[in-house]
């Protein structure tokens, strides 16, 4: 019997409206047919249980709002090449949805959330890992556009979470994730950086892709 070759895992954190998901992205083009991408996001604790204005007020910065064992779990089969029931998750809902989806494995898994770093397990099973490092006022502007465009938050209910959850809980868990990455991207303006940066990933993608075929 062939031997399986375990998936090539990168990590891809950063703080919230970082870009980590356009990151991800721009790499997962290299070979959208055997590059998985794997959101953090995805393993929010389900709160259908609590009346939707609770849910609002929850912080959803800190570790303890995630799955982690979960998440864990599935990125550890993932590296046994083998399929998982990922969970999704609803942000205008602020639960998870009945309905997981099943995923097969890829030669090359990219995973991406804010706190992807912060669990030694979960680091151990990665083989490269960035940081995307974005000023506080750009990570601003860019969590205010997604959250009033497409998680029907009021411009209010977005500033009230970032002043009050997610600015303190980057400083306090996602910024020392910097110490922890191989790579650490810069992702405020300069798109041409970000492109330089992003062709060096690729060549390791490319290499890992190659050991597949």
């Given at each position: 019997m062939a031997q399986v070759t375990a998936p090539f895992i990168v990590?891809?954190?950063?703080g919230?409206?970082?870009?980590?998901t356009f990151v991800a992205q721009e790499l997962q083009k290299a070979d959208p047919?055997?590059?998985?991408?794997?959101?953090?996001?995805?393993?929010?604790?389900?709160?259908?249980?609590i009346p939707m204005e609770e849910r609002k007020k929850l912080n959803y910065d800190e570790p303890a709002a995630l799955d982690q064992e979960l998440f864990y779990q599935q990125v550890q089969a993932l590296k046994r090449g083998e399929a998982i029931e990922m969970p999704q998750?609803?942000?205008m809902e602020h639960a998870r949805k009945a309905q997981a989806v099943h995923v097969e494995p890829c030669p090359v898994v990219i995973i991406?959330?804010?706190?992807?770093?912060?669990?030694?397990?979960v680091r151990d099973?990665?083989?490269?890992?960035?940081?995307?490092?974005?000023?506080?006022?750009v990570r601003l502007a860019r969590r205010l556009q997604r959250d009033?465009?497409?998680?029907?938050?009021?411009?209010?209910?977005?500033?009230?979470?970032?002043?009050?959850?997610?600015?303190?809980?980057?400083?306090?868990?996602?910024?020392?994730?910097?110490?922890?990455?191989?790579?650490?991207?810069?992702?405020?303006?300069?798109f041409?950086?970000?492109?330089?940066?992003?062709?060096?990933?690729r060549a390791r993608i490319d290499e890992a892709l190659g050991k597949c075929e």
């Open positions: 990590g891809v954190a950063g919230t409206g970082s870009g980590k047919a055997r590059i998985l991408i794997l959101s953090h996001d995805n393993y929010y604790k389900s709160h259908d249980d998750y609803d942000f991406e959330g804010i706190l992807i770093l912060i669990d030694k397990r099973l990665m083989d490269l890992t960035l940081f995307i490092d974005v000023d506080p006022d009033v465009g497409t998680r029907d938050a009021t411009f209010v209910e977005s500033i009230n979470q970032y002043m009050t959850s997610a600015q303190p809980m980057h400083e306090l868990y996602v910024e020392p994730e910097k110490n922890e990455a191989d790579i650490i991207i810069n992702n405020n303006r300069d041409a950086e970000l492109e330089d940066a992003l062709e060096t990933v």
